[in-house]
């Protein structure tokens, strides 16, 4: 007798459940793939969308950034007629938060430092007979350089297959810029900062150079001009207001940087020292703290003559509007560094007219008069060239004015010519190395041993003024600041002419 193993019942098969279930993770992924497809899409080559909705990435000027239209189409342009051209190339990148809010860096000054940049590069391609041709990049670290990682090594990887030789801008002096320039130094890529102050950009290591000042030149510089003033006039008093935000470089090295520079120049300065904190999460009790900084200032019975103000433009447009609350009087003299400029941070257009009528107001009010240490001014050209109608300024302002369209009141700033400079530098750069080593495929290591090369006799022509680098360190040499009187808008809430140029200024250096 055999013995049957018992063998329970197959379920019956569910083909309509199957179905249905296959269907459904088809779906699913279908539409994963349309999103990202749509995400990708939506930016652009090598540009692709972050969180919170803003494309970052490398573009040849294809896609439009927010603030760059036109002017992108301009440069997507000059790139093509490159291409077509046939002729040896390199590429350049121009690294910035690309529409602008960057701690006190608006949008403006970010467009005006990427339009230099852009007449920098046609300038370049129109001299005739001359390798290689210049193709410009434009990177987007996103606001606040958030993106600052996924950036750089998108830059980094282009570096063979796209002959990129260099990178141009850095326009804020932040913790992320600082990672952004170790990491790009360590890959061998060389750099040319427009608009950097902090201290800690510069290394003994080579492969960081910039146009714009150092903090410890800025307050160099400062100190020596009030130092002037107290041989001028006996009992000149000086104050110091000063961030207290240890996380920021800039706010930290300038009132460092102040504190010792007074000590060289034998500056009376006054013990008290008015301190207050600025910082992302505190934006609603900075203006608090800043309303007791100017009690303590402008209701003093005997107010200083002047005080240094060690923060940034975005404080500084504070501190203004504080002193001059109520109709109050505070007639003295701010002095603060190139971060000044945030004073007019995001005030373009006409939403912002109600705003700057409101800061011309309380700025006549408190009849204070503010200077910063500007990197540079249209006049400061013209001191350096002369002021023939044929120098170096007067020929951008005409290219400006036909390329970029807009005011050239606007030039004063003098972002544009930073941005122009730290551009043409590399440019320059990389045509010497055609001639030094011979060949018309210019790596970005010929252009790092080039620019070590740029002083002396080897120094480049550039708007500001002559470019000139330390070999040591990279910094500028040879070259002026400018003392700049930041004035208020007017009464109707126009910016007008708002950059008065004061006197030139020399560092230590």
């Known amino acids: ?69 036109g002017l992108s189409a301009k440069i997507h342009t000059e790139n093509d007629n490159v291409a077509k051209s046939g002729a040896p190339s390199v590429a350049i990148a121009y690294i910035e938060a690309m529409s602008g809010g960057s701690a006190d860096r ?93 201290d800690g950009l510069s290394s003994p ?32 008093r000086v104050q110091v207001i000063r961030d207290g935000n240890e996380k920021d470089d800039y706010n930290t090295s300038l009132y460092e940087d102040f504190s010792a520079a007074a000590r060289r120049a034998g500056l009376d300065v006054d013990d008290e020292v008015i301190p207050f904190r600025s910082g992302e999460g505190e934006e609603a009790t900075a203006g608090n703290a800043l309303s007791l900084v100017a009690d303590k200032v402008c209701d003093d019975p005997k107010p200083p003559d002047a005080v240094y103000f060690a923060g940034r433009g975005r404080e500084l447009r504070r501190f203004i509007e504080a002193a001059g609350e109520g109709g109050r009087h505070c007639r003295t003299t701010v002095l603060s560094g190139s971060s000044a400029l945030g004073v007019y941070f995001d005030t373009g257009g006409d939403r912002h007219r109600a705003e700057l009528a409101k800061l011309a107001q309380r700025w006549k009010y ?67 190395a055609v001639g030094v080593y011979g060949t018309r495929q210019v790596t970005a290591r010929m252009v790092l041993a080039m620019l070590e090369q740029t002083n002396g006799r080897s120094r480049v022509r550039g708007i500001s003024g002559h470019i000139a680098f330390d070999p040591d360190t990279g910094e500028p040499v040879d070259r002026p600041l400018a003392l700049v009187e930041l004035r208020h808008p007017t009464d109707t809430g126009e910016a007008g002419d708002i950059y008065r140029f004061v006197a030139p200024l020399h560092t230590d250096r």
Request: aromatic share 8%; charged share 20%.
């Open 366 to 432: 408190s009849q204070l008069t503010v200077y910063y240490t500007a990197f540079t001014h249209p006049e400061i050209s013209k001191k350096v060239y002369g002021k023939g109608k044929n120098g170096p300024f007067a020929d951008f302002e005409r290219a400006y004015r036909d390329e970029v369209g807009g005011p050239t009141t606007a030039l004063a700033s003098g972002q544009a010519m930073l941005g122009h400079d730290a551009t043409y530098a590399i440019g320059k750069a990389a045509r010497t």
């Open 205 to 236: 290591t080579a492969g960081f150079y910039r146009v714009s000042f150092p903090n410890r030149d800025q307050t160099a510089a400062a100190a020596g001009y009030l130092k002037e003033q107290q041989r001028t006039h006996p009992g000149y």
């Open 1 to 69: 007798m055999s013995t049957r193993i018992f063998e329970p019942p197959r379920p019956p098969r569910r083909w309509g459940l199957w179905i249905v279930s296959a269907l459904v993770v088809v779906a699913v992924l279908v539409g994963a793939a349309v999103r990202i497809i749509d995400t990708a899409g939506r930016c652009g080559d090598g540009v692709r969308e972050a969180t919170g909705g803003e494309c970052v990435g490398v573009t040849d000027g294809a896609y439009t950034f927010e603030n760059m239209h």
């Open 106 to 198: 608006g949008p403006e000054a970010t467009r005006q430092a990427v339009s230099g940049a852009y007449l920098a590069q046609r300038a370049l391609n129109a001299e005739r007979s001359t390798l290689p041709k210049i193709r410009l990049l434009l990177a987007n670290t996103g606001g606040g350089d958030r993106h600052w990682s996924q950036v750089v090594d998108q830059l980094i990887a282009m570096k063979d297959k796209e002959h990129l030789v260099a990178v141009a801008g850095f326009g804020q002096s932040n913790d992320r810029t600082m990672n952004a320039v170790k990491r790009l130094r360590a890959a061998g890529l060389p750099m040319v900062g427009a608009t950097v102050a902090a």
